[in-house]
């Protein structure tokens, strides 16, 4: 069963945390659709224990689809590493029900001009407790009688446990060489500050015992519209941030799309599938103003998968295709206030890497 080999691993990387300022931060862990619901793997009382890292470096900037080239030419651009490991503990009740609890682990760095006096490159940083995700799963079909294909629906709380306020030391050079302790940058910022509501709807069909298709959905949906941070980083917000709300964070809701296909030999199985990752420019739920930088991301994502009878190791590399930073409340706010169009910009990467290891117990 190809395609339920390949999903155990393409759904272990479910996480939404976008290639670049785009704040999609990891905010998922395992998904339950890790195994045939009808398999021996999903027996009842079993556990899997996944822990998956995932490494960006965004740095090349983007005002819609287009990209600004001379950012990198004039040394003016930003750079973030991003790193996330989440460690996910599944308990899998029976072949249609199961529970997992993702606990996020973050480190990011994030360097600039324009943060630090505009003279030199310095460095900002980050690291701690990401936001956790628990999450409830259920297939849909019964999986005596669905034996190719099947769909599971997952419903779950982000919790606002990552410090959505980490502070680092800016430096303002001047005559004074000024060192000001203030907020990260959004976007590396550990959490976001809001209690989420996650919803997912993943499945797959095999056509053959070696090829099949798979697909999922993901949303989260954040009520909250601010989380009270300032984004003046230890210094006073412009009279511009204040008139059009950007003075302090947004906290947004995230999407993300995936489909594609696998084949399985031997103990490997490859997939090839797209990805879209997106933060949205106004949420299904509460305000959408505040300082954010809404995106979306299209990826292609090759993969490949070893798996044992208890142990599965995989890597699966989104590889970015289109990239586009959409017009924000605040944008819109400043285009009415002044006349003219406003649209801020936000800095992607080209590639993210996950690599992870998955191991099933009694």
């Known amino acids: 069963m190809s395609c339920v080999a390949a999903v155990f691993a393409l759904f272990t990387t479910t996480k ?6 785009v704040a999609i931060r990891s905010t998922g862990g395992l998904c339950a659709m890790d195994e045939h619901p009808d398999s021996a793997s ?10 998956n890292s995932r490494y960006f470096r965004s740095y090349k900037h983007f005002v819609g ?8 030419a004039l040394g003016t651009n930003v750079i973030n590493h991003a790193y996330t490991n989440d460690i996910t503990l599944t308990r899998i009740f029976n072949n249609r029900w199961s529970f997992a609890v993702d606990v996020p682990i973050v480190d990011n760095s994030r360097s600039s001009l324009y943060e630090h006096g505009g003279k030199e490159r310095l460095q900002t940083h980050s690291f701690g407790l990401g936001d956790v ?12 009688k669905a034996r190719k294909g099947n769909i599971q629906v997952g419903l779950g709380l982000k919790l606002a446990t990552g410090a959505y306020n980490y502070q680092d030391y800016f430096y303002h ?3 004074t060489d000024a060192k000001v302790l203030g907020p990260v940058d959004q976007s590396i910022q550990l959490g976001d500050g809001g209690t989420g509501i996650t919803t997912e709807i993943n499945a797959y069909y095999n056509f053959t015992h070696k090829f099949g298709v798979y697909g999922g959905f993901y949303y989260l949906m954040s009520p909250r519209e601010q989380n009270g941070v300032s984004t003046a980083r230890g210094g006073t917000a412009s009279a511009k941030a204040i008139a059009n709300g ?5 906290v947004p809701d995230q999407v993300m799309l995936r489909a594609g296909a696998s084949y399985g030999t031997g103990k490997f199985d490859f997939s090839a599938g797209a990805r879209y990752e997106c933060l949205p420019v106004h949420d299904l739920v509460g305000g959408s103003n ?15 998968t070893f ?10 590399v989104p590889v970015a295709l289109r990239r586009e930073r959409t017009q924000s409340v605040p944008d819109k706010i400043s285009t009415d206030l002044t006349g003219t169009y406003t649209q801020g910009d936000a800095a992607f990467a080209d590639y993210a890497v996950n690599i992870g290891i998955t191991y099933r117990f009694k």
């Open 16 to 21: 939404v945390n976008a290639q670049g300022c």
């Open 42 to 51: 999903a027996a009842e009382g079993s556990w899997l224990l996944n822990s």
């Open 65 to 72: 689809t287009a990209e600004q080239k001379q950012r990198i």
């Open 133 to 144: 995700r628990l999450t409830a799963y259920a297939w849909l079909l019964n999986p005596a």
């Open 173 to 175: 050079q001047g005559t």
């Open 246 to 250: 950007s003075d302090i964070m947004s």
């Open 290 to 304: 505040g300082f954010r930088r809404p995106g979306n991301i299209l990826s292609a994502e090759p993969g490949v």
């Open 307 to 316: 798996r044992l009878k208890t142990l599965s190791i995989y890597a699966f």
